[in-house]
């Protein structure tokens, strides 16, 4: 019986994640394109001057510090 609770816990934890990592996804998107790809449990962005924009674009810093 606790597996099965167990298992339920880790379940709608990671489809919490997976939630989660889409609405990021879909905030960078707006902010950079479609360079934005969701590769298991990370979300990716890339393309050229991405570091540039980020060090210049406050809004991308902001959308940062909220994934730690």
Same mark, same amino acid.
């Given at each position: 019986?606790?597996? &099965?609770?167990? %298992?339920? =816990?880790?379940? /709608?934890?990671?489809?919490?994640? %997976? +939630?989660?990592?889409?609405? /990021?996804?879909?905030?960078?998107?707006?902010?950079?394109?479609?360079?934005?790809? @969701?590769?298991?449990?990370?979300? +990716? @962005? @890339? =393309? %050229?001057?991405?570091? %540039? +924009?980020?060090?210049?674009?406050?809004?991308? +810093?902001?959308?940062?510090?909220?994934? &730690?």
């Amino acid at each position: 019986m606790i597996e &099965k609770l167990v %298992r339920r =816990g880790e379940e /709608i934890a990671a489809a919490a994640q %997976r +939630r989660k990592l889409g609405q /990021i996804a879909e905030q960078l998107r707006t902010l950079v394109g479609n360079s934005v790809h @969701v590769e298991g449990a990370q979300v +990716r @962005v @890339v =393309g %050229r001057g991405i570091i %540039r +924009r980020w060090l210049v674009d406050p809004s991308l +810093r902001f959308l940062g510090g909220g994934l &730690k």
